[in-house]
């Protein structure tokens, strides 16, 4: 039983500077999924042409691999900060675009660094907060997150109606580049990470990183099932964010409105939903809670592309909204508490940025192509059930992490892990 969730003074002092770059994370990366068929409209593009573009873009998420894991080498608060200031940018940038291509490139360039940002900000995370509470506290990151999204169902009917279009989102996407720059100092350098830098110091630990560390003995099992796992969770995580604005719009004709009704509502209840998942991740263990907030992600998901009257497609995307994001808990609490901080960061960009990501550049192609034949609806519903994989894996080869201590990898203790393989 988990106690109750309450942060220290250093905890308080980095909450803000986390909580502003996981906002606008989330609110960057969710613009181009939600704000598709108008960004189509604009540019004349056609929907097997977005599905390109969405892949293109994804292809910076594993362009993140070399960003994300120099923070085993040159910290977690450099890598996490200049990967906010660096996203931000790149969307102002993309406010202005004048052609599809330079649209299609600024996203490339920002999507390395919102993953950056959200890779690293978990890591600080976990590297910063105790067994007990540390599903609370990624569930409230990534809650965050979703509030980033919220901003965006708000602001659509607004902007529609105000004559405006999609490119106000971007510019408000840039955004946390001050704040964040002025709240700067409020964020410490982990102490695992301050641990390891005396360690090697010392001479107690080698004073470079090993680059394929997560390959190598006793590590490699994990590195092999994180990855198919990010892989097939990401399936459903794109999947269900990338067509769901689409589908409503080209295939059930639902208006701005009540696409925005669609992504208030998803996220409100979301929130919920998130941060019930974060503290379930702590009650009753990680592989347990993976269960659940797998099942019944997937399920909600394939309804949701299924079935065609708006009431029933709004009350399974509001379940799968808040079960599909928390999919992220629980791959990146397993990541991070699988492996010691001398390849923490490296392993997080191997599993995730490199392998893990396939699965969000693939699923656009996948859908798109399929979509020909199948249907929109359809397709995307077999994409979104692939997920069923990741929760088999997790359940038969990883162990319950959900009472390991972070820290630097000291044999007896990691050893003591694996046997419960």
Known sequence: MSTKFIMNSRQKAMWPIIVLGAFFEGFDDTVMSIALPYIMKDYGVTTQMSGYALSIVALGTMAAFFVSRMADTVGRRHVFLTSVYMYSISSLLTAFAPYFEVFIGLQFIARIFLISSWSVGYIILCEEFSPEHR?????RFQLT????????GILLPIITKLGLNWRVLYIIGAFPLIPVFLLRRRLPESEAFVQLQAEKRLGNRPPKEDFFGPWKKPFVLYTVAM?????????GIKGTLNFFSLRAVNELNWTPTMVSIGLLTQTLTGILVIALNGKLMDRIGRKRAAAIIISIGCVSSVLMFTLHSFYAVLFCSIIAAGFVNSFLIVGSTLTNELFPTEIRANAMAWTNNIVGRIGQIVVPLVVTTLALTLGLGNAAALAVSLPLISLFLILIFLPET???RIGIDKSPDHQAVTKNI
């Open 145 to 152: 997150a979703v509030f980033g999204a919220l901003l965006i």
């Open 135 to 139: 599903g609370s506290a990624v569930g």
């Open 227 to 235: 990855s198919v796992v990010w892989a097939f969770l990401y399936f």
């Open 402 to 404: 959900g009472r390991k």
